[in-house]
């Protein structure tokens, strides 16, 4: 579920976080659902990118 929030929360698609992850967007699909999750090492890289993220629309929003 953060996945799915956080990316649309920066406007991305579901192709865009698939690409900066290196994955298919059918696999993150998979992730958002829960059909599917991540082995440790992805696990911790999309976490270290969702936090990212997550500052980036925080910094752009305290802009505003």
């Keep these: ?4 929030s956080t990316r649309t929360k920066a406007g991305m698609t579901l192709q865009d976080l ?3 992850c290196g994955i298919s967007a059918e696999v ?4 958002e659902n829960g059909r599917r999750f991540p082995k440790q090492e992805r696990y911790t890289s999309l976490i270290m990118l969702l ?3 997550d500052d980036k629309t925080d910094e752009e929003g305290d802009q505003q």
């Design 18 to 20: 698939a690409d900066a």
């Design 1 to 4: 579920e953060r996945i799915k």
């Design 28 to 31: 993150l699909r998979a992730y």
């Design 51 to 53: 936090d990212s993220i």
